[in-house]
């Protein structure tokens, strides 16, 4: 019930005019609320809402990538981190978190390649997030 009630929000907000970057960035906030709470797939039905209302809203499309890294979906999650890489080619974070869930796919070589990408952004940034994960 609680997802329909999710998707008929939705649906009638999709349908307004006028709001769309509000009502995008208004999502993602519920979906870093969902994720904290754990409750991912929540997460991933918000983030869709707000890119279904701005299909370019970068910080969207990562974190519905981030859940479905958490719900082991990495075949979802490598779209949707490859999707922010072609939005913006800078973006540290996609790097790292695609190459994170490429390492828990199993396909090494994809992941050091991104952790090479990431490493022409940021290598200090890119050495700590690589030592904190293996510490893991």
């Known amino acids: 019930m609680r997802k329909f009630s999710i998707l008929l929000l939705a649906f009638i907000l999709i349908t307004s005019d006028g709001f769309s970057q509000y009502k995008a960035s208004d999502y993602l906030r519920a979906a870093l609320v969902a994720t904290k709470k754990k409750k991912y797939d929540q997460a991933i039905l918000l983030c869709d809402a707000a890119i279904n209302l701005n299909n370019n809203y970068e910080s969207a499309y990562f974190h ?27 973006n540290l974070d996609a790097y790292l978190y695609r190459a994170l869930t490429n390492q828990k796919a199993g396909k090494k070589w994809a992941a050091t390649e991104d952790y090479n990408s990431a490493r022409r952004i940021d290598t200090f940034q890119t050495m700590a997030f690589i030592t904190t994960n293996l510490i893991r």
């Open 64 to 90: 519905r990538g981030y859940n479905k890294m958490l719900l082991k979906d990495y075949a979802g999650a490598l779209i949707d981190f490859s999707i922010v890489i072609d939005l913006n080619s800078e």
